[in-house]
Nanobody
């Protein structure tokens, strides 16, 4: 059974920083892309924040380009999201997603439970 567990969310004033972490565990044989999505209150969908592939190649949503940095530690099955210069529009639930090949299974898309990030003065 594969699980993604996120941590690091919280309340931060505008201009502040937060670092999110997401660790995958279980019968994992290989992890492909890992990334972060977010869903604002009242939003209809989860929007890409950033993702990173196995080789370290990254992709960012337009609204976070230059402010957020995604990275991963393959040895720890962990992906990080460093968020700087946070503003009110960054308030959302942040979800971790990973493409994982698990033993006695096949490639699957897995999501974490979400962590709340609130930017407020």
């Amino acid at each position: 059974q594969v699980q993604l567990v996120e941590s690091g969310g919280g309340l931060v004033p505008p201009g502040g920083s937060l670092r999110l972490s997401c660790t995958a565990s279980g019968n994992i044989l290989h992890i492909s892309a890992m990334g972060w999505f977010r869903q604002a209150l009242g939003g209809n969908e989860r929007v890409l924040v950033a993702q990173v592939n196995t080789g370290g190649g990254t992709d960012y949503g337009d609204s976070v380009q230059g402010r957020f940095t995604i990275s991963r530690d393959n040895a720890k099955n962990t992906v990080y999201l460093q968020m700087n210069s946070l503003d009110l529009e960054d308030t959302a639930v942040y979800y971790c997603k990973a493409y994982i090949y698990a033993s006695r299974s096949s490639w699957g898309e897995y999501w974490g439970q979400g962590t709340q990030v609130t930017v407020s003065s």
